[in-house]
């Protein structure tokens, strides 16, 4: 199976990082990951670039964390983990979490 993306949308609650990406220096940056991205940017698809709140990015967390030990190619999802069904409520729910709700 090939997965064709025209529209990504990176969502990163590192600002930071995001201001990193999202200048006109980009591509004379000193860091060499940074430039890198710069060339991920230029392919053929729209990228949005985007900061949110660390507490609006819980789902996301988990997720990383959890294919940390798994193979590095894709992996498509039929239905979320089950550790991840509460952290999906809270956020369809549109709570607002102060404090780590994994917990």
């Known amino acids: 199976m090939v997965l064709v993306l025209e529209r990504v949308q990176l969502q990163s609650d590192c600002l930071r990082a995001v201001k990193l990406v999202n200048t006109s220096e980009v591509a004379n940056s000193p860091y060499s990951l940074v430039r ?3 060339m991920l940017l230029a392919q053929a698809w729209v990228v949005g670039i985007i ?3 660390r507490d609006s990015n819980y789902s996301a967390d988990f997720l990383v964390k959890s294919t940390l030990s798994s193979p590095t190619r894709p992996t498509i999802l039929d239905l979320p983990p089950h550790d991840l069904t509460r952290l ?6 549109g709570v607002i979490v ?3 709700p994994r917990v």
Do not use: R
Request: proline share 0%; net charge negative; glycine share 0%.
């Open 36 to 38: 890198a991205i710069t």
């Open 51 to 53: 900061w949110i709140f």
């Open 98 to 100: 102060t404090s780590n």
């Open 88 to 93: 999906l409520s809270v956020d369809m729910d």
